[in-house]
């Protein structure tokens, strides 16, 4: 079995209790979509700067394209929001570096479907701020670092799934403190 799809089976419960938990956040309307960037931006950038800390430009050489904190502070601003407080990150480590990076990686194939929703809004105003969800959407990123991912060696899954887990925790509990008071319906 690949790298990649040992890590898509061990988290998959975690990554579907993430997408619930963000299910509650209409991205059509202005407070849902604001609320859904905040809670990225309070996880993303700390993971980004976790990973880069780490080294994760010498494993994964096109990290400075792939990274997206720079285009969700610019969404952030497009809409007037400050940049969040940062959330505690969990102590992932060198050996979990690709697995923490799979489950930032691999949100890029939702960002597609959920731009869908934003540019949808009534709002226009939103339709600029959607740099974080289309960041290098025509490019084969995705491709690129799973190829990456399934040459590293088998022993590392374990280290890889833990901080894997790790980052979906990250981000459900982002959805937790942002989500909206008022659940809206979401576009089907």
């Keep these: 079995m690949s790298i990649r799809m040992d890590l898509k089976l061990a988290t998959e419960d975690r990554h579907e209790a993430v997408d619930r938990a963000f299910s509650g956040f209409a991205l059509a309307t202005r407070s849902g979509y604001e609320a859904f960037l905040l809670a990225h931006a309070a996880a ?21 394209e792939r990274r997206r904190r720079d285009a969700l502070a610019a969404d952030l601003a497009q809409l007037g929001l400050s940049r969040p407080a940062p959330l505690a990150v969990p102590a992932i480590d ?14 890029r194939l939702g960002a597609k479907f959920l731009a869908r929703h934003v540019l949808a809004a009534e709002d226009r105003s ?3 701020a959607t740099q974080y969800l289309t960041h290098h959407a025509e490019l084969p990123l995705w491709p690129r670092f799973v190829d990456k991912l399934d040459q590293l060696p088998p022993d590392s ?32």
Aim: charged share 20%.
């Design 44 to 64: 993303l950038f700390p993971l980004e700067e976790r990973l880069e800390a780490l080294g994760i430009a010498n494993w994964l050489t096109d990290w400075p």
């Design 94 to 107: 060198i050996k979990g570096l690709a697995g923490a990076a799979y489950v930032l990686e691999g949100s």
């Design 157 to 188: 899954v374990p280290d890889l799934r833990t901080a894997a887990l790790q980052v979906f925790d990250v981000f459900a509990d982002a959805a937790q403190r942002y989500r909206p008071a008022v659940i809206e319906p979401t576009l089907a």
């Design 126 to 128: 939103l339709h600029a």
